[in-house]
């Protein structure tokens, strides 16, 4: 482990899945950005970096739940596989591998509340048919700026210092016309400069599905795509970037992290998951910032973790930790005239739940992660809550009255 980082202040790199399995990286003028290193000293930050995370959905005007337009659950669930990955979180590893993974004390979270102090799920819908091209092109990325990518994008964007911005689209076009199914845009980049950081996903690799058993017809059920763009995003580079097998220097080098073994990237992977020999040792297939088989890339390394954390010293400060979300205290906040209601809200001891119709109730924590479901009947039920864990969940009601979420706030020994 290095005692010492270097920052990267330059990354661009948005992914194509040609196929489910097969992904390449954009053309050399704009993949290939000068990097400009600053040394620094580093001292470890051991803390938790909790951001929250608001995901833009340009749509068609599909209904909700259908094409582009995905649903709420569909982006919780993208929630969970970051969480999953990076806190190192075991769940579903009887898919994966997951050899000295590291947690990274990086976590994510539905923005609670939009730029304005309103309550929000951290998700806004805007259909973007009414821009040009928009409908068969999707957002655009083109050389020197150009593209529809600006005007689509300044449809919905929230403060980068408060936010993390996930645009989702139904098609994403590369500068040399490819089409891509994600992209991470960080600090230093033109992009980032402009005021569009954060990263682009095409809506098909959102969520996280493994058994196919919520319909979501993902083409990578883990979910694992996301977690690779917002490492780009936290300064990450790929595993085999430079395409070189000989590094003299791994802080400046490579992807510029030491735990990671150097590779060209010249062999195709083996979507098994299987080691592959590459430059006289080992591939990392098991690293996100890899390119590997769907099941494969599920850890984060030390180094990666320390060199995420370095970037959020250095250039994102600002943006972790906002308290906006422990100062939300109004269940009905979201939805006013829903018959459904929590209270107290804030709780200690004990909740009561009054809902008017018969309901689907599951419950998450602030990071996304379901914790369990239950069925109620019309009519009053308690939650004894002395156990929870202090802390913000949220709760989704499922009624013949359609889908709903809320909050609900947890404290310590009544305080």
């Known amino acids: 482990m290095k005692t010492s980082l270097y920052h990267v202040i330059a990354l661009i790199c948005m992914c194509i899945y040609t196929r489910v399995n097969s992904q390449s990286c954009l053309n050399k003028d704009i993949a290939d950005l000068p990097v400009l290193h600053t040394q620094h ?3 470890k930050n051991t803390a938790v970096d909790t951001f929250d995370i608001v995901f833009h959905v340009l749509h068609r005007g599909e209904p909700v739940g259908s094409g582009g337009n995905i649903s709420d659950e569909q982006l919780l669930s993208a929630i969970t596989a970051l969480n999953r990955d990076f806190r190192a979180l075991p769940i579903h590893d009887s898919i994966s591998i997951r050899p000295n993974g ?3 004390r990086i976590q994510f979270r539905m923005a609670c509340k939009d730029p304005n102090g309103n ?3 951290g998700i806004v819908r805007i259909n973007a048919s009414g821009v040009a091209g928009f409908d068969s092109l999707g957002i655009q990325f083109r050389p020197a700026g150009g593209g529809n990518f600006t005007t689509i994008l300044n449809l919905s964007k929230w403060p980068m210092n408060k936010y993390i911005n996930i645009w989702v689209s139904h098609r994403i076009e590369k500068p040399d016309g490819g089409i891509t199914g994600g992209g991470g845009f960080g600090p230093g980049t033109p992009v980032f400069a402009n005021g569009f950081g954060g990263a682009y ?12 058993s919520l319909g979501y017809n993902i083409l990578n059920p883990y979910g694992r795509l996301i977690s690779h763009e917002v490492g780009h995003f936290l300064g990450l580079l790929h595993t085999f970037n430079g395409d070189t097998c000989f590094e003299t220097d791994c802080t400046t080098q490579g992807d510029q992290v030491c735990d990671t073994e150097p590779h060209s990237n010249s062999k195709p992977y083996d979507v098994s998951c299987n080691e592959t020999i590459e430059c006289g040792t080992r591939e990392p297939v098991e690293n996100i910032m890899n390119y590997s088989g769907i099941t494969c890339g599920s850890i984060f390394t030390a180094g990666q973790r320390d060199r995420m954390k370095t970037v959020i010293q250095t250039s994102l400060q600002a943006l972790p930790n906002q308290p906006a979300c422990n100062q939300v205290t109004s269940i009905n906040e979201w939805s006013i005239q829903y018959p459904f209601k929590l209270f107290p809200n804030p709780a200690s001891t004990q909740v009561t739940v009054e809902n008017s119709t018969d309901a689907e109730v599951s419950v998450y924590s602030s990071t996304g992660m379901l914790l369990f479901e239950q069925s ?8 004894q809550t002395d156990l ?6 949220i709760i989704r009601v499922k009624s013949p009255l ?3 979420y809320f909050r609900l706030s947890v404290l310590q020994n009544g305080r």
């Open 41 to 43: 000293s580093f001292q």
């Open 102 to 104: 590291a947690d990274t």
């Open 119 to 121: 309550a929000t799920n």
């Open 201 to 212: 996903m095409n809506h098909r690799y959102v969520g996280c599905d493994p058994d196919s």
């Open 376 to 383: 109620m009947t019309a009519g009053k039920h308690h939650w």
């Open 388 to 393: 929870w864990a202090p802390g913000m969940y």
């Open 402 to 404: 359609g889908s709903r």
